[in-house]
């Protein structure tokens, strides 16, 4: 039997939600982003959530011309992403040194 998911629209607005919850909880602290498009990488503390999109003072990305500037990031070109809590590992520096 075929199960047709006629919710799969409350479920995204429950996900969505729950992004946005989480990332809420985060403000002030240091996270960890990547996405699938350029610059992929994003190091930085998250300053505020405007309706789905994270603000997010970038100490770190591939470039250093990139860095120490504010970026918005829609919670939707999120693949992957780490918030450093208190308590929890933190999130290693990254440099280039060898």
């Known amino acids: 039997m075929i199960h047709k998911f006629s919710n799969s629209d409350s479920y ?3 996900h ?4 946005e919850d989480y990332f809420r909880a985060g403000i002030g602290y240091k996270a960890l ?3 699938p498009s350029y610059p992929f ?6 300053l505020s959530l405007i309706e789905d999109h994270i603000e997010l ?4 990305t ?3 011309q990139l860095e120490n500037r504010t970026w918005l990031i829609h919670v939707h070109n999120i693949e ?3 918030i450093e809590f208190p308590g929890e590992p933190c999130i290693p520096e990254l440099n280039d040194i060898a």
């Open 57 to 60: 003072m970038v100490q770190t």
């Open 12 to 14: 995204n607005t429950i």
């Open 16 to 19: 969505d939600q729950a992004l």
């Open 33 to 35: 982003i990547l996405t």
């Open 41 to 46: 990488l994003f190091i930085g503390e998250i």
């Open 80 to 82: 992957v992403f780490y």
């Open 62 to 64: 591939h470039f250093a």
